[in-house]
C-alpha cells in the first residue's frame, strides 16, 4: 500500500513542480488520492462508481488548477 502512495506522489513530483503548488492544488490531489483510495477498498458497485466519479472529478479539478506549476506545459 505505501509502495502504491509513494508511486503516486513520485509521478505527481515528475508533472509538476512543487514549489510552484498552491495549497488548493495540494489538497485537491489528496482528495483523489482518497477517492483512488476507498475506491479500491469498497465492495458495492454502486459505491465504486460514486468513487469513481468523485474520482474523475478531483482530477480534472486538481490538474486544472495546477496548470501552473507544469514542468512540461505540453502535457496538458
Known amino acids: ?4 502512495k509513494l508511486k503516486y ?3 505527481i513530483e515528475q508533472d509538476y513542480d512543487l514549489d510552484k503548488l498552491n495549497t488548493k ?3 485537491l490531489f489528496e ?3 482518497k477517492y483512488q483510495f476507498y475506491g479500491k477498498r469498497v465492495k ?3 459505491l465504486k462508481i ?3 466519479l468523485g474520482y474523475l472529478i478531483a ?3 486538481a490538474k486544472k488548477e495546477s ?10
Not at 1 to 4: A, G, T, V
Not at 67 to 73: P, R, W
Open 31 to 33: 482528495i483523489v488520492n
Open 9 to 11: 506522489y513520485k509521478g
Open 44 to 46: 458495492g458497485i454502486y
Open 67 to 76: 496548470v501552473s506549476a507544469l514542468k512540461n506545459k505540453n502535457k496538458v
Open 59 to 61: 482530477l480534472y479539478l
Open 50 to 52: 460514486l468513487y469513481k
Open 25 to 27: 492544488s495540494i489538497e
Open 1 to 4: 500500500m505505501i509502495d502504491e
